[in-house]
């Protein structure tokens, strides 16, 4: 059983760095073709996704965020990491991190979401 | 970046009724395309992928279909358990998400 959850902050202030935790069992990051991603969620943005970090080290960003974009993990602790440098109050959104479906990149599994706030 | 437009932005349907979501890419993604289920402080959950898979555990009343940049997500038979917001996702590209539809009983 795949399962994913999300531990961060809860809020924090402009220009701080957010660091995010995904916390995941049911697979293992050293597998072949496994994946972890990061996607938020915005009443302003909608639905954006941040990175993906796959079994192999290989990192991907989106293009507009990746000078402030930095994921990693942990394998031996089934652990993945996001930092978003420079925070700002357009950045307040609920931050998921989801399981790409094997050698894909739609999402068949998400945790259940953490909630980020940026306010001075 | 591919955008995705989505229609309609909100959408009120009785039980029992047929609805249908539309997705357009700005280009071609090649049948690359996701569509996502999200109630109410949820996350989202997958229904189709490939554009027309539906996922293990979906009804059967949800279909997806389309190609080149028009896709649309079909529900027969709208059940109570259906209102939510629907998103669409494109992965032919880097991941970019349709600004969703959230669907309502009449």
């Known amino acids: 059983q795949v399962t994913l959850k999300e531990s961060g902050p809860g809020i924090l202030q402009p220009s701080q760095t957010l660091s995010l935790t995904c916390s995941f069992s049911?697979?293992?990051?050293?597998?072949?073709?496994?994946?972890v991603g990061w996607i938020r969620q915005s009443s302003g943005k909608g639905l954006e996704w941040l990175a993906n970090i796959w079994w192999n080290d290989d990192k991907y960003y989106n293009p507009s965020l990746k000078n402030r974009l930095t994921i990693s993990k942990d394998t031996s602790n089934n652990q993945a990491f996001l930092k978003i440098t420079n925070m700002d109050t357009a950045d307040t959104a609920t931050y998921y991190c989801a399981r790409p479906s094997q050698g894909s990149d739609y999402f068949d599994y998400w945790g259940q979401g953490v909630m980020v706030t940026v306010s001075s | 970046d591919i955008q995705m437009t989505q229609s309609p932005a909100s959408l009120s349907a009785s039980l029992g009724e047929t609805v249908t979501i539309e997705c357009r890419a700005s280009e071609d993604i090649y049948n690359g395309l996701a569509w996502y289920q999200q109630k109410p402080g949820k996350s989202p959950q997958l229904l189709i992928y490939n554009a027309n898979s539906l996922h293990t555990g979906v009804p059967s009343r949800f279909s997806g279909s389309g190609s080149g940049t028009q896709y649309s997500l079909k529900i027969n038979s709208l059940q109570s358990e259906d209102v939510a917001s629907y998103f669409c996702?494109?992965?032919?590209?880097?991941?970019?998400f349709g600004g969703g539809t959230k669907l309502e009983l009449k």
């Open positions: 049911g697979f293992s990051l050293s597998t072949y073709g496994m994946c």
């Open positions: 996702q494109q992965y032919y590209n880097y991941p970019t």
